[in-house]
């Protein structure tokens, strides 16, 4: 035990960089914000930044009343013991929903350009209430998952956050179904571009940057046994896996198509992080370069599949970017740790299996139903005139860009309002939608 007022200032020092560290990782919502509104049509970046804002606002608040109680009772304490009244235990709760949160906004970007924003909130109130502390209660809390020796590891989300956010995301679309002209009656994709590169890559490295407290920031403890060697590791291994899955995801999509695409670049660079984010503090320094090469390169791969095989529309990518790299990293834990972190291979590997498998299995019904729920009842999705409108104009009654094309009476990205005033388009009335426009904007979407 340390001399008592050593004992005190580093805890201190540790609650001090607690705090730090929940700060940057609630910086990844502007990050979030940036690259989500860069990928979906201007018709629809109002709504996206609301969907960011409300995601943060709905759920803390949930996590705060229901959900750290939820996970303290799966994990095998109590409600109370979750919903803390002590300075320090909110210290904690914050540091926890700062996780949380980081979830819930993923789903947004999977849903883009025609979820309901009350269905929406609606399922981000549950997420953060329920589904998500469920998750947390078996793993972080409860440590309920193992076979043999070998407990399921995730140190900072990678399946825990990421992983059931990318699998949440892709559920949630499935359930929605694709945008309008996003699939032609044979079955072949039409690519919808997002409005702004620029965004997009500023997004990506602000949550590159945020991704150091999400990561590093789990390491930092103060004490008897300041954790030196780990936090280098971490620091090292998240920042070599952040760089090899941008090159990974570049590679593979230069080899695809002849050319760099530069939005698998940035998504590329995010898979790297999501897949080393649940083994930073055990991977080796080559491991490093295994799971964030790999998490990269699966990116174009996966995206196709979901694309072109299973026919969900992903709108930013979030499954091969959170879910199948998250769930790459975690199984990867064995094969890339240093020795002395793993005493079974096999058993190790097991029980990251059944880590990946449950919570997979539960974020599946558990999103399946809230969605399918919405859906059955008509709350799920805009209308097709709204959708053609965007839901900047339908849902928020703003356009996001209104010097742009007012004169002519359409929205920014060419979305179709017919003869109606602006004024008329911002009270969110109806709009007249012909032939010979669906047709031109599938010709400019194409």
Request: proline letters at 2%; charged letters at 10%.
């Amino acid at each position: 035990m340390l001399y008592e007022p050593l004992q005190v200032s580093a805890d201190a020092l540790n609650y001090t960089w607690i705090l730090v560290a929940s700060f940057l990782i609630f910086f990844m919502h502007a990050g979030f914000a940036m690259l989500e509104a860069g990928q979906v049509r201007s018709k629809n970046v109002a709504n996206q930044l609301t969907k960011n804002l409300l995601t943060w606002s709905v759920g803390v608040t949930m996590f705060f009343l229901v959900g750290a109680g939820i996970s303290g009772l799966v994990g095998g304490s109590d409600f109370a013991a979750g919903f803390t009244t002590s300075g320090t235990g909110w210290i904690d709760w914050l540091y926890g929903a700062v996780f949380a949160m980081t979830a819930a906004t993923i789903v947004s970007g999977a849903v883009a350009g025609r979820a309901k924003l009350r269905a929406y909130v609606g399922y981000t109130f549950l997420l953060a209430a329920v589904i998500y502390p469920v998750v947390t209660g078996l793993t972080w809390a409860g440590s309920h998952i193992s076979f043999g020796g070998a407990v399921f590891t995730d140190f900072a989300g990678g399946m825990i956050v990421h992983g059931m956010g990318g699998v949440a995301g892709l559920t949630a679309a499935w359930v929605l179904g694709p945008r309008m002209d996003r699939y032609n009656d044979d079955g072949t994709a039409n690519v919808i571009p997002g409005h702004s590169m620029t965004f997009a890559v500023l997004g990506t490295l602000i949550l590159a940057f945020g991704w150091y407290g999400f990561n590093v920031g789990t390491s930092a403890i103060i004490g008897e046994e300041f954790l030196g060697a780990q936090l280098g590791r971490v620091a090292m291994t998240t920042t070599i896996s952040m760089a090899c899955g941008a090159m990974g995801a570049g590679l593979v999509a230069w080899f695809k198509t002849g050319k760099v695409d530069t939005l698998y670049v940035a998504n590329g660079l995010l898979a790297g992080l999501v897949g080393i984010t649940a083994i930073p503090h055990t991977t080796t320094w080559w491991g490093a370069f295994v799971v964030g090469g790999l998490a990269g390169a699966q990116l174009p791969v996966v995206f196709g599949f979901v694309e072109n095989t299973l026919k969900i529309d992903d709108v930013c990518a979030v499954f091969p970017v959170h879910g199948s790299a998250g769930v790459l990293g975690t199984l990867l834990f064995p094969f890339v740790a240093a020795p002395q972190f793993v005493d079974s291979v096999v058993d190790a590997f097991v029980a990251q299996v059944i880590g990946v498998a449950v919570i997979t299995a539960w974020t599946v019904v558990a999103t399946g139903v809230v969605w399918g729920a919405f859906k059955a009842t008509g709350q799920a999705r805009v209308t097709p005139q709204h959708e053609r409108d965007g839901l900047d104009v339908s849902e928020h009654g703003v356009e996001t860009y209104p010097e742009f094309g007012e004169d002519e009476g359409v929205v920014a990205d060419g979305g179709l309002v017919g003869d109606q005033t602006s004024s008329e388009r911002r009270s969110g009335g109806g709009t007249v939608v012909t032939n010979e426009n669906v047709a031109a904007q599938r010709g400019d979407d194409e």
